[in-house]
């Protein structure tokens, strides 16, 4: 849990370069929050019950004033804003974020806010979840749109990491830099032959970056079934239950994927958890314990 916290923060930091017309501008200017930050003007829900210190705003809204310390923090143009100021973070947030966060998160139901469970129990979406990826709630739509008409906060390629690593499997590892670029390599063309067909024959999209990158959105939805309509092809996923996860059982290949991948799991990190085989998938856009997915660019070779 603090890991993931730790690379929030990071992933924040490490994105502060890449100046841009709000950074020199106040929030009260632009509106322009910072990127992946914490959803504001929502209400508190009832069990949250912050140290006073915490103002709201009426209404039991949250504001700037409710968790910095700061002074006209939302007068203040970004690249003015002094981010370690020992009160910009209320209760000294900045040395104990995690603490922080459970001034108001119930530490065990809120653990780790999973963003994925972006419904309530009435169906009905959670806005701000929306808005943490989101710079404004797509309205639902049947036909797909570009990637880039998503309107994300960050380019797509960064969206995922920073609450997940950058390699967080096996997998994901071998198509991090992955291209179906350029068209004139036939595996590429193949791949991308493939992807065609898949759209147009089971309407499943797999989406590419511009550069026909292989992303987490490739083979991962972010959203949980029930956000997009099933009529939209990057809204096709597995059946899955997005609270309970990924599901897995023990499975007798643990020893033959230890002694296959000796040298790359020592390559990759000593912690790697054990080999398991999936026994429920979840935020798939197609099932990979049967090859489907894998199979929509590979071919078997003999
Ligand atoms: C629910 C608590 C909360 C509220 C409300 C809130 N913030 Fe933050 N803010 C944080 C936390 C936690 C961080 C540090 C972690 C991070 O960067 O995400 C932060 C970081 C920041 C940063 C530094 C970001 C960076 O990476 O450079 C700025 C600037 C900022 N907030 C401005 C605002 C403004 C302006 C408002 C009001 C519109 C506001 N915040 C409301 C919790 C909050
Ligand atoms: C001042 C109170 C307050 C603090 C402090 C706070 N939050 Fe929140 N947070 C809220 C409120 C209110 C919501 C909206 C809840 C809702 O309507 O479900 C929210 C929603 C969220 C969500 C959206 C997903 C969900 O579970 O509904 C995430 C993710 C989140 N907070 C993470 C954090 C993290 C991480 C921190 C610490 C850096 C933090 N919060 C600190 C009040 C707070
Ligand atoms: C974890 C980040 C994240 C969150 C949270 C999130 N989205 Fe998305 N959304 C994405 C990404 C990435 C894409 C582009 C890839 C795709 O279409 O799956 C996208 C695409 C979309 C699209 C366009 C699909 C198309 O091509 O027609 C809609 C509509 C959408 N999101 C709605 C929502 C709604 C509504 C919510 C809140 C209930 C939400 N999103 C929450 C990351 C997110
Ligand atoms: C080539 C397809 C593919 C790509 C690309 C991919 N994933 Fe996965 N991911 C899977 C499959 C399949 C699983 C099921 C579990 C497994 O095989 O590890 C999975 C599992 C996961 C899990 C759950 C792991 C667990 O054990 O609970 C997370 C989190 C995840 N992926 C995040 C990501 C992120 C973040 C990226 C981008 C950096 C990414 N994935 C890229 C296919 C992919
Ligand atoms: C705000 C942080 C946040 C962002 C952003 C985010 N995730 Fe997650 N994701 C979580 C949390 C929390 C879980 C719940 C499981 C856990 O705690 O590891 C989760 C679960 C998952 C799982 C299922 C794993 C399981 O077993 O529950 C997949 C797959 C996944 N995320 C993919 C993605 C992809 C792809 C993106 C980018 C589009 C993304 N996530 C963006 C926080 C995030
Ligand atoms: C969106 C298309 C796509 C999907 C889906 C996909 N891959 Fe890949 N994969 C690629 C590309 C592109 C490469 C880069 C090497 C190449 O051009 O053959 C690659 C490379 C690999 C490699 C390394 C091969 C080598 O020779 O270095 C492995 C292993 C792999 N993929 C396994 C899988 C598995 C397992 C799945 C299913 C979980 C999967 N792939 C799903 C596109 C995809």
């Known amino acids: 849990m603090k890991i993931w916290f730790f690379l929030l923060l990071i992933c924040n930091f490490a994105f502060a370069d890449e100046s841009t017309d709000w950074q020199t501008q ?36 949250i504001g700037c ?6 002074e006209k923090l939302a007068e203040t143009p970004y690249d003015k804003i002094d981010k370690n100021a020992p009160d910009f973070l209320r209760k000294d947030g900045y040395k104990k974020l995690e603490t922080f966060c459970a001034n108001c998160h119930d530490k065990k139901v809120h653990e780790r806010p999973n963003i994925h469970l972006m419904l309530e129990e009435n169906g009905e979406i959670k806005k701000e979840n929306c808005l943490f990826c989101h710079s404004e709630i797509n309205k639902q739509r049947d036909k797909l749109r570009p990637l880039v008409d998503t309107h994300l906060r960050l380019p797509v390629e960064k969206i995922c990491v920073g609450c997940h690593l950058k390699t967080p499997h096996f997998n994901s590892v071998e198509h ?10 036939s595996s590429a063309r193949k791949m991308k032959e493939h992807l065609k067909n ?80 999936i026994e429920k998938e979840v935020l798939l856009r197609l099932p990979a314990k049967d090859g489907t997915l894998c199979l929509s660019c590979h071919e078997f070779e003999d």
Not at 65 to 70: I, Y
């Open 176 to 185: 991090t830099d992955a291209k179906l670029e350029p068209d004139s390599k």
């Open 65 to 70: 004033k409710t968790c910095h310390g700061l």
């Open 26 to 61: 106040s929030y009260k200017q632009s509106k322009h929050l910072p990127d992946l930050h914490h959803a504001v003007d929502v209400k508190l829900l009832d069990e949250m019950q912050p140290p006073a210190e915490f103002f709201l705003k009426e209404d039991r809204k």
């Open 198 to 277: 898949l759209e147009q024959e089971k309407g499943v999209r797999l989406p590419l970056g511009e550069k026909g990158d292989v992303l987490c959105v490739t083979c991962h939805s972010p959203h949980p079934q029930g956000v997009l309509g099933e009529q939209n092809p990057t809204g096709k996923q597995v059946e899955g239950d997005a609270k309970k996860g990924i599901e897995y059982k023990n499975h007798s290949w643990n020893e033959v994927m230890k002694a296959d991948k000796r040298e790359r799991l020592e390559k990759i990190a000593a912690s790697l958890p054990a080999y398991q085989r």
